[in-house]
C-alpha cells in the first residue's frame, strides 16, 4: 500500500485531516480557557464544566491515535508550534485532574491507589523496590534477558481483572465512578472488585437489561460489618412511662443549643434563615449538616414520626444539629415544648386565605431554606417517613469528604411503560432522585438549583384540568426540584450523586421485588439489611398509619418512650381460616385491650403450608400483621408490631416473661375480660383458647409452644398450619346485644373505625407500589 502512489497520496491527506481535527481542538480548548480566566469572577462554572469535558475527549482521542503516553507528546514532524502547545494543553489538564483527585479521595485511612487517564502511578514491582529501599532491605537484583528462568514446581498463573459485567454500573460511586470525570478508583480498578474493600451485596432492584437513562455517580459506603445497634448494659428504672433511655433522650434535647437562643430577645424574632446559620455555626455542627424537617401534625401516629425524627438523632448524637419546622400549625408548637424537641414555629406571610399546607411546605422547601444553603449552610432533608437503620455518620462522612458533589440524594424509581416494542404491555424501571432524603452543600450551585425549582413552582398554573388546586397536592415542589437538578447538572456544572438502594432503600420497592415477606419485621429484616450495609429506610407510599409500622418492622424507628418494658399488653396466636374469621377476632382484641387499658401486639398471621403466592418464613407462610386491618386514630388503641419484646430486648431493657391466660370455646368475651382483669400485675399477656373436647392437653407443652412463638421476633410456631387448626380456639366475636354502655359505644366505634384490609396472602397486583398496603 505505501508503494502506490495513490495510496501513499491518500494516506498523507489522512494524515493532514487528522492534525488539522487537533489543531482546532487545541485552539477551542484555549479560547474556553481565555473565556474562563475573563469570566472566574462572576462565576461561570459552566466553562469550567467545558474545560473538563474538552480535556477528556481531547486525551481519549489522543491517546487512541498514541499521540500521549505516559506524559510524554510522541514529535509529530514539521509541527513545533503544534507540539508546543499540546505539552502546554497537557500540563494544563494534568493540573486540573491533579487537583480533582486530590479533593475526592473518600476515607483517606484507607489509602487508596489513585487512577486516572494520565496518571497510572508506579508499577507494583517499582513500588515494592521503593518500599524495600525505604526500609533499607536489600532487594534481589533484577535478571538479565539472557538469563535461564529457574525450574519451578507451581505453574505460573496470570492473574487477570475479573470482567465487568452488564449490572456493574449499579457500584459506581464517588470512589468509584465513570471515568468521564476522571476521578480516582479504589485498588483493584472499576467496579466492586477488591472483596477485602467492599465485601458488599446490594438490592437488586432494578432487574432490566435497560441502558439508565442518566449516568449519575452512585454513593456506595464503605462500611465496615458493624454489629446491629444493642443497648447499654444498665439497670432499667422499673417505672411505668419513665424508662432509663427516656431520661437519656430528655437530657440530651435540653442541651440544644435552640432554646437558649429563643430565651433572648433577639432569638424570638429571628428568621429561619437565620436560625439554620446559628445552628451551622455552633462547635457541635462545625463538621455536620443541620438535620431538617416539617411537619403539621394530624393524629398520634404522624406524631410518632416526629419523635422518631429526634430520639433518632439523639441515639447517634445529632441531636444538637436538629431542628423541626411546624408549618403554621399551633398543636405542633405545644407537643414540641412538652416534648423539649427543638422547633421553628413557621407562619405563613399571606394576608389572605392561609395556603394549604402542601403549599406552605413547597415555600419554606423553595424558598427559605435556599437562603440559608446560600450562606453555606449544609443541610440534610429528610422526610418524617425516613428512619435510621444505623448511625448516619457514615453519610456525612462521604458528604464532607468529597467537596466536588454539591448534592446527595436518595435513588428512587418509577415505573415506566415500554410502548416501542411488541409486547407493549412491558415495564421497567427508570432511576431518579427522591428528595425525601437530600443531603445538600451550602454553596451557590445548590442555591441557584433552588432558585430555579422556586421559578417554575411560582409560574405553574394552580388549577389543573380536574378543577384541583395543585400546589395543595403533594410532590408538586419534589417534581420542580428535579427538573432544576437536571438543568443545574447540564448548564452550570451542579453535581449530584445517588445514595445506593443498599444505602438507603426504599421499603416499597424492597418488598416488590423481594416479597411481603420482609414486612414481617425482626430479625429476618434486620439480617437482610444488615447484609446490605443499609443505614436508612425510607416508607414513602405506605399510606397513613403503615408509615410508622412499616418503619418498625424495618427496625428503622426509635423511641424510648413507645419501647418500655412495662407496657401493658395482650396478645394472642392467630391463623387464618377465612376472612371473617380473622377480622372478627382481632376487632373483640381490639375491644378487650381498650377495655382493660392494655394495648395489642398484632401478630403474624399464619396461613395454610398450601399457599405458593408468597415467601416463606422457616417453611411457614406468614402474612405481616399490619396488613390486616386498618384502624383509625380516633379510636385510640395503641397497635404494636410483632417485634415489639425483641427490639425492647435488643435496644432498651430487658422484657419480662409472658403470662398465659386461657379460655374456653365456650366462655364469653366479658369473662375473658374478667379473667385480663385479674391479672393486672401481669404486663405482658398471651391468650390462648382450650378446646372443651381436649382438655387433656398438657398445658405445660402448650406453655412452651407460645414462650417460643412469643421469644421469636417474627412468630415461629412449633408445629405446622394443619396440625394446629385441629385445635385452634378462635376468640369469640364481639356481640352489642350482650353490652351495655361504654361497652357498647366502644364496639360501636370499632365498627366504624376499623376497616378489614384486602388480598390478604394474596400475590401482589401489577406494578403498584403505591398506596396497596392495606387496600
Not at 500500500?1 to 489522512?14: A, D, H, Y
Not at 425525601?436 to 450551585?445: A, E, I, Q, S, V
Not at 366462655?667 to 387433656?696: A, C, F
Request: glycine letters at 4%; hydrophobic letters at 35%; aromatic letters at 10%.
Amino acid at each position: 500500500f505505501m508503494n502506490n502512489k495513490k495510496g501513499s497520496t491518500r494516506l498523507r491527506k489522512i494524515s493532514v485531516i487528522v492534525r488539522t481535527i487537533i489543531l482546532f481542538s487545541i485552539i477551542t480548548y484555549l479560547v474556553l480557557v481565555s473565556f474562563n480566566e475573563n469570566y472566574s469572577k462572576y462565576g461561570s462554572s459552566l466553562f469550567g464544566e467545558l474545560e473538563r469535558r474538552t480535556v477528556y475527549w481531547f486525551l481519549r482521542f489522543s491517546k487512541s491515535l498514541h499521540l500521549i503516553k505516559l506524559n510524554k507528546v510522541l514529535p509529530i514532524p514539521s509541527n513545533v508550534i503544534l507540539r508546543n502547545a499540546t505539552n502546554i494543553f497537557l500540563q494544563r489538564s494534568t493540573e486540573t485532574l491533579k487537583k480533582d483527585n486530590a479533593s475526592s479521595v473518600l476515607f483517606k485511612k484507607q489509602n487508596y491507589h489513585q487512577v486516572s487517564e494520565i496518571e497510572r502511578g508506579p508499577k507494583p514491582r517499582d513500588k515494592t523496590r521503593a518500599q524495600n529501599k525505604a526500609k533499607n532491605i536489600k532487594s534481589k537484583p533484577r535478571a538479565s534477558k539472557n538469563a535461564k528462568p529457574k525450574p519451578s514446581s507451581k505453574p505460573k498463573v496470570r492473574k487477570t481483572r475479573p470482567p465487568r459485567g452488564p449490572d456493574d454500573w449499579m457500584y459506581d460511586n464517588v470512589l468509584n465512578v465513570d471515568e468521564e470525570w476522571g476521578y480516582p478508583h479504589p485498588a483493584g480498578g472499576r467496579g466492586v472488585t477488591n472483596s477485602s474493600l467492599y465485601n458488599l451485596t446490594h438490592i437488586r432492584i432494578m432487574p432490566t437489561d435497560k441502558i439508565p437513562l442518566k449516568k449519575d455517580r452512585r454513593v456506595v459506603l464503605v462500611l465496615s460489618k458493624e454489629p446491629p445497634p444493642k443497648r447499654e448494659r444498665a439497670p432499667p428504672t422499673l417505672v411505668l412511662h419513665q424508662p432509663r433511655e427516656l431520661l437519656v433522650a430528655n437530657r440530651a434535647l435540653v442541651e440544644h443549643p435552640f432554646f437558649p437562643l429563643m430565651e433572648t430577645s433577639t432569638g424570638s424574632d429571628m428568621s429561619l434563615e437565620q436560625v439554620l446559620v446559628f445552628l451551622k455555626t455552633q462547635p457541635v455542627c462545625s463538621h455536620s449538616p443541620v438535620f431538617l424537617a416539617m411537619a403539621s401534625v394530624g393524629d398520634e401516629l404522624y406524631w410518632q414520626l416526629v419523635q422518631n425524627f429526634f430520639y433518632s438523632l439523639v441515639k447517634f448524637n445529632y441531636s444538637s444539629c436538629s431542628l423541626l419546622i411546624c408549618v403554621s400549625d399551633p398543636s405542633c408548637i405545644a407537643q414540641c415544648h412538652s416534648h423539649s424537641f427543638p422547633c421553628f414555629d413557621y407562619r405563613s406571610n399571606s394576608s389572605a386565605v392561609l395556603p394549604s399546607v402542601m403549599e406552605q411546605i413547597g415555600v419554606v422547601k423553595l424558598l427559605h431554606i435556599p437562603r440559608a444553603i446560600q450562606r453555606g449552610v449544609d443541610i440534610f432533608m429528610l422526610d418524617l417517613d425516613v428512619g435510621f437503620l444505623a448511625n448516619p455518620k457514615h453519610m456525612i462522612e462521604a458528604f464532607y469528604a468529597t467537596p466536588v458533589v454539591d448534592i446527595m440524594v436518595q435513588q428512587d424509581y418509577i415505573f415506566v411503560m415500554n410502548r416501542s416494542l411488541a409486547g407493549w404491555k412491558t415495564w421497567h424501571t427508570e432511576p431518579l432522585p427522591n428528595i425525601g432524603l437530600l443531603l445538600l452543600r451550602g454553596n451557590d450551585r445548590t442555591a441557584r438549583m433552588f432558585a430555579i425549582a422556586w421559578d417554575k413552582y411560582t409560574k405553574m398554573a394552580r388549577i389543573n384540568e380536574f378543577g384541583v388546586d395543585e400546589k395543595s397536592m403533594p410532590g408538586r415542589d419534589q417534581n420542580h426540584v428535579l427538573d432544576a437538578m437536571r438543568i443545574g447538572r447540564g448548564t452550570f456544572g451542579l453535581k449530584y450523586a445517588y445514595f445506593s438502594n443498599s444505602t438507603a432503600p426504599l421499603l416499597d420497592k424492597l418488598v416488590y421485588f423481594h416479597g411481603t415477606v420482609h414486612e414481617l419485621g425482626g430479625e429476618l429484616m434486620e439480617r437482610f439489611l444488615f447484609k446490605e450495609r443499609s443505614v436508612a429506610m425510607h416508607t414513602t407510599c405506605y399510606e397513613k398509619s403503615t408509615k410508622v409500622m412499616g418503619l418498625k418492622a424495618a427496625s428503622a424507628f426509635w423511641h424510648p418512650k413507645y419501647y418500655d418494658q412495662l407496657r401493658p399488653t395482650i396478645s394472642k396466636q392467630l391463623l387464618y381460616i377465612s376472612d371473617k374469621q380473622l377480622f372478627d377476632e382481632v376487632k373483640a382484641l381490639l375491644w378487650l385491650a381498650k377495655e382493660t387499658q392494655r394495648d395489642l401486639v398484632l401478630p403474624n398471621v399464619l396461613g395454610s403450608e398450601r399457599i405458593k403466592s408468597l415467601g416463606k418464613y422457616l417453611n411457614q407462610s406468614l402474612w405481616p400483621g399490619f396488613r390486616v386491618v386498618s384502624v383509625e386514630s380516633e379510636l385510640k388503641v395503641n397497635v404494636l408490631e410483632p417485634s415489639y419484646y425483641w427490639r425492647v430486648q435488643r435496644d432498651y431493657d430487658p422484657v419480662p416473661d409472658p403470662h398465659v391466660v386461657y379460655f374456653r370455646d365456650d366462655e364469653e368475651l366479658l369473662k375473658i375480660k374478667q379473667s385480663l382483669d385479674d391479672s393486672k400485675d401481669h404486663p405482658r399477656v398471651i391468650l390462648h383458647g382450650m378446646s372443651s373436647k381436649n382438655l387433656i392437653q398438657q398445658t405445660k407443652s402448650i406453655e412452651h409452644s407460645l414462650f417460643i412463638w412469643a421469644a421469636d421476633s417474627v412468630g415461629f410456631f412449633t408445629h405446622n398450619y394443619s396440625t394446629i387448626r385441629k385445635f385452634y380456639v378462635k376468640i369469640p366475636s364481639i356481640v352489642k346485644d350482650n353490652l351495655t354502655g361504654k361497652e357498647f359505644e366502644l364496639a360501636d366505634s370499632i365498627e366504624k373505625n376499623v376497616r378489614k384490609c384486602g388480598n390478604i396472602f394474596g400475590a401482589l397486583k401489577g406494578n403498584r407500589t403505591c398506596f396497596m398496603i392495606c387496600p
